[in-house]
């Protein structure tokens, strides 16, 4: 491994305090911590390096710490969705869990003396939140129905898996990739619908046939993944991830996920935080000098890119109940209105997955849930269940496409509000309006877009602005983002309006823009 953090006055706090201690060490520590209290803590231990292991430090809830899981393809079992429910449960009506746009689980609440249960509890069914935070690779996605869909080109659960343990030892930890520039995220699709948002990731892998060539000629096409790069968002740009120009068979994404790594941790700029990710060192040396690095660490060429690939449906959201390719069963979507779940509610669905299904439960990147595998004789049964009042498998055309990162209420960084808002907004609207279809609404709570509004049809940006000589919390607004084929990210059209601005003319926008209808005008048109 080349060092990546010679000693240099160039060096950003960041990299120092890393070149300084790599932030695994912190493992060794956590009893120690325990012991002591958070306040007792080393600010950059504290605030910092404890996001190696997952646990990371928010001001706005001194002392309650936000815990964040590997969950590789977005699935867990029943009995480690009990576990987490233990670990909520125990800190009343400070505890709660988000499910994010990554496929994961963020715990909330958690109190430092705690940990080192914690982990003893995680480890014992399976769970690991090493390497989710900082300078790392980000839970890896893949398709939420790998496995389960008849029409699906590529089941990616198992390779996901595998490159996490690569990445990770196997959830123990991996020095070799724990000093990147910055952040990294990877996804995998292996469906027709670009149920991963590639083009936001910094390495995507999109189902692609190549053409036999040579001797093989008669073959039928070979299938494997074209290869997307670059994709981010950060507070001071965002763009959609640019094709590599290379192919690759399903076997060598593994070693194609470790070269471009390599060349990332020993090559990108680690100067300015602000231009780390790895679209700022493909802008600095060109598509074709990168693709050459990648193929030097690989040792062999990649074969170039498949002349299209296969994304060609419109985006499902997975919600309802379908057939699985498993004959006699059956999965269903569950609406989780911004991704907020209490124990209660774990418990519940741990249960369910258990009850009317293998034990087996799934993640969006719109932040629901799925439970596979409910056989024809108990999918009438499942549906009486109470917790599908709230969870719905058919809710309203607003609320099924609702995505929202954590807001003011958990998170420093988040200039306002967002889950709570987003949920009174959205009910408010389904009241005053007729729908024929999904419109997809994403709030952010700053610009550094965990809530992704740039793929959105509406994308609300928290900020501040000034109305009547006061501030205020306001939205940038942004359209025209489109996911599934053809993605492309939206753009800023409206910056600065007050939130309490916003409900008439959101109301506005989608009679305009979404074909939406005020139910008083369609009752005088119907009556």
């Not at 609207?429 to 793929?455: K, M, Y």
Request: net charge negative; charged share 25%.
């Amino acid at each position: 491994m080349t060092d990546t953090t010679t000693t240099t006055t160039s060096l950003n706090k960041f990299e120092k305090f890393k070149a300084q201690k790599d932030g695994l060490a912190i493992r060794e520590d956590i009893e120690k911590f325990a012991a002591l209290g958070w306040e007792a803590m080393d600010e950059t231990d504290r605030d910092h390096r404890l996001k190696w292991v997952g646990v990371f430090f928010r001001p706005v809830t001194p002392g309650k710490f936000m815990m964040r899981l590997r969950m590789p393809n977005g699935i867990l079992t029943s009995s480690q969705m009990s576990v987490l429910a233990q670990v909520v449960q125990r800190y009343g009506d400070d505890g709660c869990a988000d499910i994010t746009t990554r496929q994961n689980i963020q715990l909330r609440g958690i109190r430092i003396e705690d940990l080192p249960d914690i982990f003893n509890r995680f480890h014992a069914v399976g769970l690991t939140t090493i390497q989710s935070g900082m300078d790392n690779i980000r839970n890896i996605t893949g398709d939420p129905v790998a496995g389960l869909d008849a029409d699906e080109l590529y089941d990616t659960r198992e390779l996901i898996q595998q490159i996490q343990d690569m990445l990770t030892n196997k959830g123990e930890g991996n020095p070799e990739f724990s000093n990147l520039p910055r952040k990294f995220n990877i996804a995998i699709a292996g469906g027709r619908d670009n149920s991963v948002h590639a083009e936001i990731n910094d390495l995507a892998f999109v189902p692609a046939f190549k053409e036999a060539t040579g001797q093989e000629l008669s073959q039928s096409p070979i299938f494997g993944f074209n290869i997307l790069v670059g994709g981010f968002f950060s507070a001071k740009r965002c763009e959609a991830a640019i094709p590599l120009n290379a192919w690759v068979a399903p076997e060598d994404v593994v070693a194609v996920c470790r070269a471009v790594l390599e060349v990332f941790r020993d090559n990108g700029p680690r100067a300015n935080r602000q231009k780390s990710r790895l679209m700022w060192l493909i802008d600095e040396w060109g598509v074709e000098k990168f693709r050459a690095e990648v193929e030097s660490r690989l040792g062999k060429s990649l074969l170039p890119a498949a002349a299209k690939d296969e994304i060609d449906w419109e985006k499902r959201d997975h919600l309802g109940v379908y057939k699985q390719k498993q004959t006699g069963l059956n999965y269903a979507g569950l609406n989780i209105p911004v991704g907020r779940l209490y124990a209660e509610d774990m418990f519940e669905i741990a249960r369910m997955a258990e009850v009317y299904g293998s034990g087996e439960i799934r993640f969006t990147v719109e932040q629901n849930i799925v439970i596979p595998n409910i056989s024809d004789s108990r999918l009438a049964t499942f549906l009486t269940e109470p917790l599908l009042e709230r969870f719905s498998i058919d809710p309203g055309l607003l609320a099924r496409s609702l995505v929202s990162c954590t807001g003011a209420q958990f998170c420093n960084f988040a200039l306002i509000e967002t889950k709570n808002r987003a949920l009174e907004m959205i009910k408010a609207l389904e009241a005053d309006l007729i729908f024929t279809n999904p419109v997809r609404i994403h709030w952010t709570g700053c610009p550094n877009s965990c809530g992704q509004p740039q793929v959105a049809d509406i994308g609300l940006m928290g900020t501040k602005t000034r109305k009547n000589g006061k501030t205020l919390e306001g939205v940038d607004i942004y359209m025209g983002g489109k996911v599934g084929k053809d993605a492309h990210l939206g753009t800023c059209v409206i910056k600065g309006l007050p939130c309490e601005d916003l409900q008439p003319l959101l109301q506005d926008l989608l009679i305009k823009n979404f074909g939406a209808k005020l139910k008083q005008e369609a009752l005088v048109i119907s009556g």
